[in-house]
């Protein structure tokens, strides 16, 4: 069962608003992904996080911030955001290790952000 | 630095027809994972075939097939007997294998090729 669990849907916040966006699975996969993708482009990673730490920040503005509670959850918290940071918003998960599928990433639905 | 090329920007097939998106791809590493993804209209991204570096034989899901050409960096995918529910955007994606350092994996993606299926 690949299944990576996003919520919410969707989110409308204003520029003043801090909100976050939440990110689980349970497939015992230990790195987590961040990813932005604008309309008709392929996503972009923001963040990776292995063993729960933080590894691969893509030089992402500190208004996005993210936090790995255990090896299951994965948030991303929004404050002060700008009308371009509208986009969907993709978590993913892989294995981490040698196994056939460990290199593989799993995407979730994606939550459909807009900056007001 | 890995680049990913796909140079069909759309395509469009009638249902049961064959059809086969390509993929090029830059990279002086001689280890690595490439991948299929596809991306309905609901967004999600979904895996549809992965393929690893070292092995000669091409990879198959079902209708889902792959044509790789190490030497000639060359990745592509056939999609056999094509379904109105393979309508997409599919994405063609490259992976380093940076083992030991596991933690560090990044995909790169090429710019997609959106298909349609007619009925």
């Known amino acids: 069962d690949t299944e990576v669990t996003q919520t919410p849907k969707h989110l409308v916040m204003g520029m003043t608003n801090k909100k976050s966006l939440k990110c689980e699975q349970h497939?015992?996969?230990?790195?987590m992904y961040w990813y932005k993708q604008k309309a008709k482009k392929p996503p972009e990673l923001m963040f990776v996080?292995?063993?729960?730490?933080?590894?691969i920040n893509e030089s992402v503005p500190s208004r996005f911030s993210p936090e790995c509670p255990n090896s299951s959850l994965l948030n991303l918290h929004l404050h002060a955001l700008q009308p371009e940071d509208s986009a969907l918003y993709l978590c993913?998960?892989?294995?981490?290790?040698?196994?056939?599928?460990?290199?593989?990433?799993?995407f979730g639905e994606g939550s459909w952000l807009t900056v007001v | 630095a890995q680049t990913v090329t796909q140079s069909q920007p759309e395509m469009s097939v009638q249902e049961a027809e064959t059809v086969t998106l390509s993929c090029t791809y830059d990279?002086?590493?001689?280890?690595?994972?490439l991948f299929w993804y596809k991306q309905p209209p609901s967004r999600q991204m979904i895996l549809v075939i992965r393929?690893?570096?070292?092995?000669?034989q091409n990879a198959t899901e079902n209708r889902f097939s792959v044509n790789f050409q190490k030497a000639a960096k060359s990745f592509s995918l056939k999609i056999s007997d094509s379904q109105l529910g393979d309508t997409a955007m599919y994405f063609c994606?490259?992976?380093?294998?940076?083992?030991?350092?596991?933690?560090?994996?990044?995909?790169?993606f090429g710019t997609g090729t959106r298909l349609t299926i007619i009925p």
């Open positions: 393929q690893e570096a070292y092995k000669q």
């Open positions: 996080y292995s063993y729960e730490k933080l590894s």
């Open positions: 990279t002086s590493e001689n280890n690595y994972y």
């Open positions: 497939m015992g996969h230990r790195a």
């Open positions: 994606a490259f992976m380093n294998v940076p083992a030991p350092n596991f933690g560090n994996e990044k995909l790169t």
């Open positions: 993913a998960s892989s294995q981490l290790d040698l196994a056939p599928s460990g290199n593989t990433i799993y």
